[in-house]
Structures are given as structure tokens and as C-alpha cells.
């Protein structure tokens, strides 16, 4: 069965610290993946979106990045993080073989302090 | 993606059926309508999809109107479980991207 996971579901940085959130899909291959994020009280942003190895499309600029080391592997980073980077982060997939629904992870809970 | 109007809010009584507009008048005639929603503090949930007919399925049904310039979301019997976001959006398959809006706010009261 085809299932996403996505960790650490809650962390707590200060400010000018490191990120690295971590998706990965499982029981497909070849998907489009994506970042969303969610500050709180707005609606979903997209942030990133990859449709495959190494290529990544940005969809706003801002202070995180985001790579794609393997087929179901996504990675969103930054090297200093701010205030405002505080949110819901929901990584997400397409199986583009399949229906095209769009499956969303359990969701990480960034709060920059 | 073309643009879709949903109302900010609406309110259902439990048991009742909860019925949630969305506008999409410059929809392509490739463009399929989906629906998410979105409970507190989780990832959106896909609920059903469609082209041009109507569907169903364990979760809700979708009324598409013959133009397709509107849709409407069923949930025949709603539960407070079912309070949550409601997201429509419409999108051609193969297209890279997925814009969500700001959806309705279904509030299900006992």
C-alpha cells in the first residue's frame, strides 16, 4: 500500500538554528512531490515542488529550501531560521499513474522562538 | 488552475444533510473539480473528484452543473467529525501544481 511519512511531527527551534524536515513516500514510484505550509490562521501555501530527482521548483522566495536526494525522498531545509518561519508544514504526493490525488503527510509542527 | 469562490463559513446541524457550494465559472473543459477538507491540526484529506458527472462515494457525493461553472459538495448525514475546512479546486491532470484557496469552514453542531 502506498503510504507518506513525515518527521519530526513537532520541534521547537530558536531563531538563526537549523532545519531539515524529512518525507518520504512509500508503495510508488516516480511521484510528484510537494511542500506546503500553513502559518497559523492562513490558509495552505505551496512552497516547493519537485517531479523528480534533483529538480525542485520554488514557488515562493523565502528562507528554506528544499531537495530531492532520492525518487520518494523530500527534504525541506534552512540554514537560519526566523520568526516567520514558524507554521504547519504538510509535505504531500501524486501518483501521476494514478487518479492525481493529491496525499498529504501527518503535518510538522514548526514553532521559532 | 482556474480560480474557485467558496463561502467563508457555513453551519449544519448533525444528522442533517451538509451541502457546500463552490463557483468555478472559468473552469477548461479539461479541468477536473476535487475536494479536500481540512480537520484542526491535520493534512488535508482528498474527499472526491470530478469531470462532468455527478459522483459518489463512501464519503460525499459531488453535484457538477451541466456548464460545470459550479459544483456542490454532499455529505448526506453530518457528524461533528465532519467540522473541518472544505477545500474545492480545480485542476487539469498532468498539471504540476495544486492551489488551495481559503475553503469553507463547516462548523457541524449537535
Known amino acids: 500500500s502506498q503510504t507518506i511519512h513525515q518527521w519530526p511531527a513537532t520541534l521547537v527551534q530558536p531563531v538563526g538554528s537549523p532545519l531539515s524536515l524529512e518525507c518520504t513516500v512509500e508503495g510508488t514510484s516516480n511521484p510528484n512531490l510537494y511542500w506546503y505550509r500553513q502559518a497559523a490562521g492562513r490558509g495552505l501555501q505551496l512552497l516547493f515542488y519537485?517531479?523528480?530527482?534533483?529538480?525542485i521548483s520554488s514557488e515562493v522566495p523565502q528562507n528554506l529550501s528544499a531537495s530531492r536526494p532520492q525518487d520518494r525522498q523530500f527534504i525541506l531545509s534552512s540554514k537560519k531560521l526566523l520568526l516567520s518561519d514558524s507554521g504547519f508544514y504538510l509535505c504531500?504526493?501524486?501518483?501521476?499513474?494514478?487518479?492525481?490525488?493529491?496525499?498529504f503527510g501527518a503535518g510538522s509542527r514548526l514553532t521559532v522562538l | 488552475d482556474a480560480k474557485t469562490t467558496q463561502p467563508p463559513s457555513m453551519d449544519c446541524a448533525e444528522g442533517r444533510a451538509a451541502n457546500l457550494p463552490c463557483n468555478h465559472s472559468?473552469?477548461?473543459?479539461?479541468?477536473?473539480v476535487y475536494w479536500y477538507r481540512q480537520i484542526h491540526s491535520q493534512g488535508p484529506q482528498y474527499i472526491i473528484h470530478g469531470l462532468k458527472n455527478n459522483e459518489t462515494n463512501e464519503m460525499a457525493s459531488l453535484i457538477i452543473t451541466e456548464d460545470r461553472k459550479s459544483s456542490t459538495l454532499i455529505l448526506p448525514h453530518a457528524t461533528l467529525r465532519d467540522t473541518a475546512v472544505y477545500y474545492c479546486i480545480v485542476r487539469a491532470t498532468g498539471y504540476s501544481t495544486l492551489t488551495f484557496g481559503k475553503g469553507t469552514m463547516l462548523l457541524v453542531s449537535p
Open positions: 472559468t473552469i477548461s473543459g479539461n479541468e477536473y
Open positions: 504531500a504526493w501524486i501518483d501521476r499513474a494514478g487518479a492525481n490525488v493529491l496525499t
Open positions: 519537485s517531479v523528480g530527482i534533483g529538480q
